[in-house]
């Protein structure tokens, strides 16, 4: 495979999204659907599940009214959380009072350390930037927030014009769409192009060429 | 605008989304968030809020576990639904068993006649052809419903080579991908394509081109 995670796997992992007032709903049900139709062995799609098990995490475990007030449930909240393999952050008109929010900034701050695999949509990534993971890295943001991404945030390299940019551990995606091909991309890096290009059948969604998963690197 | 829904309007539309239990997450969030994403004046984006107003029903007002245990609450249930100007019916493993459950087709049998327009995504043109509502018509299916749409309902045209099916008032898309397309298609068929393509930029979600819309008739 292209990808450069490193050995596949056939583990199952536990994927956490961050889900918070007005936050975007397709830039995580996107992802989210990626890693639920995911599947180790075609021939069983139907019995089986997917490796990838994922947790809604919320500040608490009350519902959350997402974009447009689609009210969800969460699994976990922070204080139960477990430990994750990866965390998804996804944007949405909310993100910015986050920002300003500590329990979300040192929630993130502590559980970073110990994934695999950090990752945004959108906006998303202005969070991650704010919890200081961002220092010295390149990433991307959704179209509307470069401007002040960038004021904020000098010690990013930000590249808008990317609708993936992977640097390390940390993948960050543009928007909506790009969030979805981002989530295949994590996939195949994990489990290899050929089970993300099942996924991507399934959902008939058009697997991303080559072009759009050899995103350049940060540095 | 090329699309024959007649003249277009500035009022705002109310759209049921069926949700239960299994149902595919994208099949209705995709739409949700092409309907949601809709504005009448761009220049108001961030302060106004879309002309559809959303609502998803359920048999009851409980959590519902849709695929990949997502859990989502709905806003109406089948008691309590106001009238609705459109219903959008997604797919998902769990379609199947509502096709034997006289609640959910007894209530689409009810409210069909009071709306203007009726759509399902992937599988979910199944239970509207289990309610009847597709005698004589032409629509489309998710590819691995098809033997099984064409063997119980064979008084129903299905051309499940098309992406998205408009049949009257009735419209169906084969999947996710088309789902989405196919509520574009009804936004601007609603509110025509200039307000359409603004919801898809800010998506960053490619427009469908004509050939997409313009999907062969059933008759």
């Keep these: 495979v292209s990808t450069n995670g490193g050995p596949l796997t056939r ?49 608490s475990k009350e519902q959350v009214r997402t974009s447009g007030g689609l009210r969800m449930l969460p699994d976990a909240d922070f204080a139960t959380c477990p430990e994750l393999d990866m965390l998804l952050v996804p944007g949405g008109h909310g993100v910015r009072a986050l920002m ?12 970073a350390p110990h994934m695999d695999r950090l990752a945004s949509v959108g906006a998303g990534s202005l969070l991650l930037a704010e919890a200081g993971l961002l220092i010295g ?38 928007s909506i769409r790009a969030g979805m091909d981002m989530a295949l991309y ?7 192009h050929s089970i993300a290009r099942e996924a991507a059948r399934q959902m008939e969604y058009p697997y991303p060429d080559e072009q759009n998963f050899r995103p350049r690197n940060g540095k």
């Excluded at 583990?11 to 599947?39: H, M, N, Q, S, W």
């Design 186 to 192: 994590l996939v195949a890096q994990i489990y290899g």
């Design 11 to 59: 583990a199952g992992k536990t994927v956490g999204i961050l889900i918070y007032p007005d936050a975007e709903v397709l830039d995580f049900c996107g992802p989210y659907e990626v890693f639920a139709t995911t599947r180790l062995d075609e021939d069983t799609r139907r019995e089986s599940e997917s490796p990838i098990r994922q947790l809604l995490v919320a500040e």
């Design 100 to 111: 300003h929010q500590p329990e979300y900034l040192d929630w993130l701050k502590r559980m």
């Design 137 to 174: 890295k390149t990433a991307t943001t959704h179209f509307h927030s470069v401007d002040f991404f960038r004021e904020r945030f000098p010690s990013t390299s930000l590249l808008p014009e990317l609708s993936m940019v992977v640097d390390g551990n940390i993948t960050t995606a543009s």
